[in-house]
């Protein structure tokens, strides 16, 4: 079994009491313009109108070569973590990039892939029966923007 993991509530709040990002720089505040804007931390998409942040995160413990940072979207205001066995609202596009990470947060080569988006829930359980594997990541497949992480359950 998998369970879809949001960023921790405690990221999460930080970021939207204006702590710094992962670049050291206040998240920008904006207005959804609706689907698209999919919040990494109740894990559904950002409401047209709702205020939101732009920020760079990167969703690894600590700075290291294979601890990507990049730009997501999330909440301007608190909200529910989301999460759970059941594929998110926020993975409605066609395809995702799908990379499986080591306990010690290195990337597992061989692992990589760009997945149809209903398949996620088996690659992702094929990935994590490998017991080299920690957990897995969901990125964009167009931009390579993190989603979301999936751990065992």
């Known amino acids: 079994m998998i369970h879809f993991t949001p960023i921790p509530t405690a990221i999460a709040r930080a970021y939207q009491s204006g702590a710094p990002d992962a670049n050291g720089q206040t998240p920008e505040r904006h207005i959804s313009d609706g689907p698209g804007t999919p919040c990494r931390h ?3 998409n950002i409401p047209k109108g709702a205020a ?12 290291q070569p294979y ?3 990049g730009p997501i979207f999330l909440c301007a205001d608190p ?5 759970g066995a059941e594929l998110p609202e926020i993975l409605a596009s066609p395809e995702y990039i799908i990379r499986a990470y080591t ?8 692992t990589g892939a760009v997945v149809p988006t ?8 094929a990935r994590l029966s490998d017991p080299r594997v920690a957990y897995v990541h969901i990125r964009s497949a167009r931009n ?3 989603q979301v992480r999936i751990d065992r359950s």
Do not use: K, V, W
């Open 103 to 110: 306990p010690d947060n290195r990337i597992l080569y061989g």
């Open 118 to 125: 209903a398949t996620i829930p088996a690659e992702a359980e």
């Open 79 to 83: 909200c529910e973590a989301g999460g």
């Open 144 to 146: 390579n923007c993190y």
């Open 42 to 44: 109740c894990l559904q």
């Open 52 to 63: 939101m942040l732009i920020l760079a995160h990167r969703p690894f413990p600590s700075p």
């Open 67 to 69: 601890a990507e940072l």
